[in-house]
């Protein structure tokens, strides 16, 4: 029972391994920059030997190390539609959608068909959580400067990857740029600039901001000998601007009635 088990096994593998031979194939080829685009500086792009590049779809996965001429070879691809990623230490690599579908309406394009069948590779930008059926801008395709057979496409480097975070460096004015620093400067300038200013007011100014810090109610809630007039204190009056308004109405009226009560007096003690 086991030996028949093998040998279902093997034939299923064998035949798999035989479709797959009689398939019609391509070459994908991925030339990676050597220099960043529009760079005069003479900045060149330094991978390192582990960088690799995976082609996989379902159930199906191709790995292509890379060459001495920068670039990542994917041999014997058969039709599908795959998704190209770059694995490198150092720099990130834009992915890329790859479609291998067959020719269409007699277009031919370069491949290694077998028979009169050959292959169309086309290759769009794409994200990592996009919808697979968005497709992103086309990339362009290239020629290989052997003249080589398979398709070539360029990749796109997106930055350099950082391992590692900077120490930050003192500074005198980021410490001044610190909002609470900068609000205890201003309350320090004002709680020793203040005496100064009163020190240099002329005495009528002086006599007349004295008199009105003793009318004015806040000093009462901020404590001091005031603590009856907080009791009675309104603060929709004060906000209001009406408090000063009671305070000479109810001035006025006891001016009044001590006026009027003197005359009174008076009056009785000449009839006296």
């Not at 001495?68 to 834009?94: E, K, M, P, R, W």
């Not at 290989?144 to 003192?170: D, Q, W």
């Amino acid at each position: 029972m086991q030996f028949l088990t093998t040998t279902l096994a093997f034939l299923a593998a064998s035949s798999t391994t035989a479709l797959a031979a009689l398939a019609p194939q391509t070459s994908i080829i991925i030339t990676l920059p050597s220099s960043p685009p529009g760079d005069t500086s003479g900045k060149l792009f330094v991978f390192p030997p582990s960088t690799h590049g995976t082609l996989s779809t379902f159930g199906q996965t191709k790995s292509a190390p890379l060459s001495v001429a920068n670039t990542l070879v994917f041999q014997n691809v058969t039709q599908g539609s795959y998704l190209l990623d770059i694995h490198c230490a150092t720099h990130a690599f834009a992915p890329l959608r790859v479609d291998v579908a067959p020719v269409l309406h007699g277009v031919l394009e370069e491949g290694n068909g077998h028979g009169e069948v050959k292959l169309e590779v086309k290759a769009w930008e794409t994200y990592r959580g996009n919808d697979w059926d968005n497709k992103g801008e086309e990339a362009p395709r290239q020629r290989l400067s052997n003249g080589g057979n398979g398709v070539v496409f360029g990749a796109k480097v997106l930055g350099e990857k950082g391992y590692f975070m900077e120490r930050s460096k003192f500074s005198v004015l980021s410490i001044l740029k610190n909002p609470m620093i900068l609000l205890g400067l201003v309350s320090m300038v004002i709680f020793l600039g203040m005496p100064k200013l009163v020190e240099n007011m002329d005495p009528e100014t002086r006599a007349e901001w004295e008199e009105n810090q003793k009318k004015n109610p806040m000093n009462a809630l901020m404590g001091g000998s005031g603590a009856p007039a907080a009791s009675n204190f309104d603060m929709a009056a004060f906000l209001a601007g009406t408090s000063a308004k009671k305070e000479e109405s109810s001035g006025a009226s006891e001016a009044a009635a001590s006026t009027g009560g003197g005359g009174h007096q008076g009056g009785k003690k000449r009839r006296g």
